[in-house]
């Protein structure tokens, strides 16, 4: 089983900055697609980026496209969240997933068998 360990979060003035890492256990993360998501309070939690498993192919929500950019160091087992332009709308727990699959990017959570225990980030108006 894999395991997921995300940092990276914290708080953040509108406009600023932010990179999430997320670390994983196990020999077959490249092998894999990964993703982030979000959960803002009283929301469900929605889709933000995914990358394939060599890096060569993302997908953004369009409320992140320009903003974030996902990659990954499959040497590191690494995928990072570049988060910049940040808006107070962006502030939720921001959750590191696997996908299923190693080559289709998804936006669908239920495409996803394994999630980290997830990072705050607040942006402050």
């Known amino acids: 089983q894999v395991q997921l360990v995300e940092s990276g979060g914290g708080l953040v003035q509108a406009g600023g900055s932010l990179r999430l890492s997320c670390v994983a256990s196990?020999?077959?993360?490249?092998?894999?697609?990964m993703g982030w998501f979000r959960q803002a309070p009283g929301k469900e939690r929605e889709f933000v980026a995914a990358?394939?498993?060599?890096?060569?192919?993302?997908g953004y929500a369009d409320s992140v496209k320009g903003r974030f950019t996902i990659s990954r160091d499959n040497a590191k087992n690494t995928v990072y969240l570049q988060m910049n332009s940040l808006k107070p709308e962006d502030t939720a727990i921001y959750y590191c997933?696997?996908?299923?699959?190693?080559?289709?990017?998804?936006?669908?959570?239920?495409?996803?068998?394994?999630w980290g225990q997830g990072t705050q980030v607040t942006v402050s108006s």
């Open positions: 196990g020999r077959t993360f490249s092998t894999y697609a």
């Open positions: 997933a696997r996908s299923s699959s190693s080559l289709r990017i998804s936006f669908l959570e239920y495409e996803y068998d394994e």
């Open positions: 990358v394939n498993w060599s890096g060569g192919s993302t």
